[in-house]
């Protein structure tokens, strides 16, 4: 696949040496450190990186303007986000708050497929972390995950035996990868894994991270059945490293309003494709008003 020209700009930006006039090299380090921050929150008040940087308010819109002329990121109305690209995926911060209501359906019809007293398999995205509000009503279960935050919303649930990945902890997705992560993994077996990913391209799951794509396919492996939870905007980006195809899913869950030509693209697969109906939310929010 070719390289997205973006993400080149943003490697090589963040990989520039320091040049040898001090100020110049001030400049440079502390726009890395922007590009960082805001790769971190996804989304800064411009405002916000003055106080954190100490510099003036020109000095930012300077420096931010150089970035965004460059493709790294975006501005608008006071604010500079960052746009996730094939090579790096965005913080799990920024990721939650984006398409929420469509992972909220998805997760409530992945919740579905769950029986008492099995032992799961749950990834750290955020599309699989909104499945923790409905897993009490399921328990007992033993769920495995490497995701802290999936940790601390399930540390205090009945009934639920959590058994929590160790290995090398990363800060952007909150969650812990790498070989010890997937040695634990290869010593246990479960009966689903659910999982989320960043695209889909030619008819197969993609993310940013070689690690990512490696902790979680050991997770697919040590599974009796996979679910992949998907809304619709992940057909519309590209990431750079290959997990599976969708033929090798169980099942794979969208969200209505997945184009339909999509989906007949999906059924002439032979992929189990199931639509989530966003108009769930809205009559559970109708009937708790």
């Not at 971190?40 to 000095?59: D, K, P, V």
């Not at 391209?201 to 492996?221: G, I, N, P």
Request: proline residues 3%; glycine residues 4%; charged residues 25%.
């Amino acid at each position: 696949m070719a390289q997205n020209p973006q993400d080149n700009s943003l490697g090589v930006f963040m990989a520039e040496t320091l040049p040898s006039d001090s100020r110049q090299a001030r400049q440079l380090a502390r726009r890395q450190l922007i590009a960082e921050a805001v790769m971190a929150a996804g989304a800064i008040r411009i405002e916000e990186l003055t106080e954190r940087f100490g510099i003036s308010l020109m000095t930012a819109h300077r420096d931010i303007d150089e970035m965004v002329e460059r493709g790294l990121l975006h501005k608008s109305r006071g604010v500079v986000s960052a746009t996730p690209t094939s090579l790096v995926e965005s913080s799990d911060i920024y990721r939650a708050t984006r398409q929420l209501e469509e992972k909220q359906a998805i997760a409530e019809v992945a919740a579905g497929y769950l029986e008492t007293g099995q032992a799961i398999f749950l990834d750290d995205s955020t599309t699989v972390l909104q499945m923790a509000r409905f897993l009490p009503a399921k328990a007992p279960l033993t769920v495995i995950t490497n995701s802290l935050t999936l940790m601390s919303e399930l540390k205090n649930v009945r009934d639920i035996t959590l058994l929590g990945l160790g290995g090398q902890f990363h800060n952007w997705c909150n969650a812990f990868m790498g070989r010890m992560t997937r040695k634990e993994i290869a010593s246990l077996r479960a009966d689903m894994f659910f999982v989320s990913m960043s695209a889909i391209t030619d008819d197969t799951v993609f993310h940013q991270s070689a690690e990512t794509v490696e902790t979680k396919r050991a997770m697919f492996e040590s599974s009796q059945k996979r679910v992949l939870m998907m809304d619709n905007t992940k057909f519309e980006r590209r990431a750079l490293h290959s997990f599976a195809h969708l033929s090798e899913f169980d099942v794979v869950i969208v969200n209505q309003g997945t184009p339909v030509p999509i989906l007949h693209r999906l059924q002439d697969l032979g992929v189990n494709v199931v639509i989530a109906p966003l108009k769930m939310l809205a009559v559970r929010k109708t009937a708790e008003d």
